[in-house]
């Protein structure tokens, strides 16, 4: 870090009035290619449950998980409660977290494109690993690398989505990362339904497949150009004021472009990120980055997806039971974040996730009221209460997917100034990451302990998250992305927080050793 005091991150005056240029092709294609590398997180989430309850794979790699599945007296609650298998599928998170904090300094230092890339050669090399398996050791190798190319991917096309995207329209494009992955989720349990029967070697056609998003990532990430904000960053002014022009399809980017050079000057004398981030300044950025993806793990999406496939069991699909749930819970997401692209740069951040909150925490409710009344240990749900349950199921589905799936993504990877902006999306994939871990891990013996109160468990935070939501979160639809201190500044709680500072002569007292706290 430069010596000397700091004044505030980012730019100074607001200029969003100024900002011209449109949707061009050239922004569609690239965003599209990138969001690729949300279907490789989604796929991975797909795959892991469909493979680890396959018999070939699991007498291969764990023959005591099999052999309990074979003599295990069944329990509505209780039934697939093994850590040990649960460790297989969540090491990949941890994986991913530690490699979510490489990523930050490439990332920032060799551009997001290049982080992509490196994303997508290690999800290759990981499916690869993994399909051609030949020992426990080989597959955790491969898990391994499938955890460093998430890290990858989820920390650059967050940002590079963001910072390719006009102003008007970056909550729809951002939200194509959150389209992908759960297009990858759908995609997977398809995969997995087919590849079932192929025993016993189903499974490694299974976990092979991610090779071709994996493919397409990293060769279309070749491809790809840079963000004009992380060339500016790393000084090619006058390449990145030309890509400007071209993705926003006009010359007249001189707004823009200032914004952009502003932040440029200012991050240029920030060393470390990371130190940075924990600034008093950054400090609304900072909460947003660790709340915001925990609150959407705890949201309790995967207890939701976890438990349909005993409800439709309930309602007598039996053996089809995986693939009908999978189907239409996986529709049902895909269809939701679809309108969530459509409204939310219209109606705006808020707007969706306290709306989404509210719904969700009546769905949790329902859902542990009915289950906690009508359903015992071993007891069937009646076809009536389960068709009433699979109902509110979908519709826990929609609010997700149109609230904080995208959004939990959407809001940190735009708040943060070019300075910390990197750290920033590190930490925010960090505790994603982490908190996916947490419920990876414990979700079977929380299920099993709690029984139908899980549900209620995860209703309370639901109720914390949108009380959250309404109170701290400023409305930062239609906010460049390099004015976003500007929108802290007036914020009723974080204006004590953030330091107001005069704009006159701002060219001047932005810079590191000239200014005053």
Not at 432 to 443: C, E, G, H, R, Y
Not at 460 to 475: A, R, S
Request: charged share 15%; net charge positive.
């Amino acid at each position: 870090m430069a010596g000397g005091s700091f004044a505030p991150a980012g730019v100074a005056k607001e200029r969003a009035e100024q900002y011209q240029g449109k949707l061009t092709a050239y922004v569609i294609v690239a965003c599209i290619v990138a969001a690729v590398g949300g279907s490789l997180f989604g796929y991975d989430i797909g795959i892991s449950g469909g493979v680890t309850s396959m018999d070939g794979f699991l007498h291969k790699f764990f023959k005591t998980v099999y052999k309990q599945k074979m003599l295990a007296h069944e329990n509505n609650y209780c039934k697939y409660d093994n850590q040990g298998l649960a460790a297989f599928t969540s090491s990949l998170y941890l994986a991913g977290l530690v490699a979510s904090l490489v990523a930050s300094p490439v990332t920032r230092n060799y551009g997001r494109r290049g982080s992509i890339i490196c994303g997508g050669i290690s999800f290759l090399v990981g499916a690869t690993l993994n399909a051609a398996a030949a020992n426990l050791a080989m597959l955790l190798l491969g898990r391994i690398m499938l955890g460093v190319g998430i890290g990858f991917g989820n920390q650059a096309i967050p940002l590079y989505l963001s910072e390719m995207a006009p102003t008007h329209l970056r909550g729809g494009l951002n939200m194509m990362f959150q389209l992908a992955t759960t297009l990858g989720i759908f995609i997977a349990n398809m995969v997995n339904y087919g590849t079932q029967k192929l025993e016993p070697w189903g499974w490694r056609l299974s976990l092979g497949l991610a090779i071709v998003p994996a493919t397409v990532m990293t060769v279309g990430g070749i491809f790809l150009p840079e963000t004009p904000n992380s060339l500016i960053e790393r000084g090619s002014k006058e390449e990145g004021r030309k890509l400007l022009e071209r993705i926003r399809g006009t010359e007249n980017v001189s707004a823009e472009f200032q914004d952009m050079l502003d932040a440029s000057e200012f991050a240029s004398a920030i060393k470390h990120p990371f130190r940075n981030i924990l600034e008093r300044r950054n400090r609304p950025q900072l909460v947003m980055a660790i709340f915001m993806p925990t609150f959407q793990i705890l949201t309790g999406i995967n207890s939701i997806l976890f438990y349909a496939p005993v409800l439709f069991q309930s309602m007598g699909f039996g053996g089809n039971a995986a693939l009908y749930s999978s189907a239409l819970t996986g529709a049902v997401l895909v269809s939701s974040t679809l309108i969530s692209i459509a409204i939310v740069d219209k109606l705006g951040r808020r707007v969706l996730l306290i709306s989404g909150g509210i719904i969700m925490i009546l769905c949790q409710v329902i859902v542990a009221i009915i289950l906690g009344v009508k359903l015992g240990e071993n007891q069937e749900l009646s076809k009536g209460f389960s068709v009433l349950v699979v109902a509110v199921i979908c519709l826990f589905v929609v609010a997700f997917g149109w609230s904080w799936g995208p959004l939990g993504w959407t809001v940190p990877s735009e708040i943060f100034p070019l300075e910390t902006r990197s750290a920033g999306q590190s930490v925010t994939v960090a505790v994603n990451l982490l908190f996916t871990f947490i419920i990876a891990q414990s979700f079977l013996a929380l299920l099993c302990a709690l029984k139908f109160g899980i549900f209620l468990f995860f209703a309370g935070w639901i109720t914390v998250m949108t009380v959250f939501v309404y109170v701290f979160l400023p409305e930062t639809k239609g906010i460049p992305i390099e004015e976003m201190i500007l929108m802290w500044r007036k914020h009723w709680f974080w204006k004590r927080i953030v330091p107001e500072y005069p704009e006159v002569d701002s060219s001047i007292s932005r810079r590191p050793n000239n200014s005053t706290v």
